[in-house]
DNA sequence: CAGACGTGGGA
DNA sequence: TTCCCAAGTCT
């Protein structure tokens, strides 16, 4: 039988609301999510409406959700609220300490605005007397002002932690809401439009259930390719079900082509078989992570002379380039790399910042206790099993 | 507004 | 293999 009902979840006043609400809270019932660890009491029980929830435990797993799955988060939030149980733990580490417990995780801009926020919660509090005065804003304002807290984080970590009314509208939202009204235009184009569908929607009394079985149906039912719209509870009420074919929506634009680059990267040993490192820039690519140095690879030229070329320039260093240790490419969101890497022997020079925050001679053993970026870990591993034979 | 910003998993 | 893309934010 063909959908009766049609797109009007905007147009149409409370009535198609209400059922959408309630078909939707029904089905999460039986088949959300219901296991996710910062979304029940430190008993394992779930929280009733209205109940608080930790904010802290939340504010950190919204944080890293942010273009990040669920099953890859995990893991993380649990090393992570180990590591720093609470704000004041937060407030109080070193950025080396974080980003240890993110490296990995990507996006690390998150971790450093995630420590600053919190640095910035503590210092707001007033000197004192109240030692367990409430540093944790109620408004969307508040939240917005803390670094890496948009609109959709702060909705997510108001209504999850407090169970407040705000809207969402992340990438799962955005491809449920296009589909049940068979949106034409890209959902980045029209961002206020699917704002307003998203908090038309929300169930005022029950802004936490709703919001999060909004993210469980496109997480695992209204999903990207392949929507299982035999098990969804809005197919009578789907625009793009009706019209025959879901997964044309969300409309999407073309996106720009990626460039591809070589770089030249030195394993540099010394004679005693320390290894050199480098701090990475606090802004920007891998933000204040550690790497073996190196550079792009210009035309025309030989691999081992940019290996060369870039030692010198940017440690003011003097090497000899010998064999290959590895080659590898890596993938980022906006360009891929070729890293090939050949170890080489130290010749002269004092190793200088000159591109990066900091250099440093390390022993191969101690490379482990420093946060350093994926595709550097496997150079890692690479060089120890040069080392071990 | 368009581009920067990571990584691992799935088809 | 290659491509897509996932619980976005900042500039």
Not at 213 to 232: E, F, I, K, Y
């Amino acid at each position: 039988m063909p959908p009766r009902t049609p797109p009007t979840a905007t147009a149409s006043p409370s009535g198609a609301e209400a059922e959408l609400r309630s078909s939707l809270l029904d089905w999460w019932e039986s088949h959300g999510r219901h296991d996710i660890p910062w979304k029940r009491h430190p008993d394992g029980s779930r929280p009733g409406p209205g109940e608080p929830l930790d904010p802290f435990g939340v504010w950190v797993a919204e944080v890293m959700l942010q273009q990040t799955q669920l099953a890859v988060v995990l893991p993380y939030w649990h090393r992570w609220m180990a590591a720093f149980p609470d704000l004041r733990t937060l407030a109080a580490a070193s950025e080396h300490d974080v980003l240890m417990v993110w490296q990995g995780l990507g996006y690390y801009a998150r971790a450093r605005r995630l420590h600053g926020g919190a640095q910035r919660l503590v210092d707001g509090e007033p000197p004192a007397p109240s030692a367990d005065r409430d540093p944790w804003p109620r408004t969307l304002e508040g939240w917005m002002a803390l670094p890496g807290i948009g609109r959709s984080t702060g909705g997510s970590i108001l209504s999850s932690a407090f169970d407040r009314p705000f809207a969402i509208l992340d990438g799962n939202v955005q491809r449920v809401l296009a589909r049940l009204v068979a949106h034409p235009v890209a959902p980045k184009r029209q961002l206020p439009h699917f704002w307003r569908l998203s908090e038309t929607l929300l169930d005022p009394q029950r802004p936490r259930a709703f919001n999060q079985a909004l993210m469980d149906l496109g997480a695992g039912v209204c999903t990207p390719r392949q929507p299982a719209c035999g098990a969804c509870p809005w197919q009578p009420h789907c625009a793009a079900y009706a019209a025959g074919d879901p997964g044309r929506f969300p409309v999407k634009d073309t996106p720009p082509p990626v460039p591809f680059q070589v770089i030249g990267v030195g394993v540099v040993l010394d004679a005693e078989g320390r290894v050199l490192i480098d701090q990475r820039l606090p802004e920007g690519l891998l933000g204040g992570l550690w790497e073996f140095p190196g550079g792009k690879q210009e035309p025309g030229e030989a691999i081992e002379a940019t290996i060369r070329r870039e030692l010198r320039e940017e440690l003011a260093i003097e090497v000899t380039v010998g064999e290959e240790l590895i080659t590898l490419e890596h993938a980022y969101s906006h360009k891929r790399l070729r890293f090939v890497v050949h170890l080489c022997r130290w010749l002269a020079g004092e190793p200088q910042p000159l591109a990066s925050q900091e250099v440093r001679w390390v022993a191969p053993q101690e490379l482990s206790s420093y946060p350093f970026p994926a595709a550097n870990a496997r150079i890692i591993a690479a060089l120890q099993a040069r080392l071990a034979a």
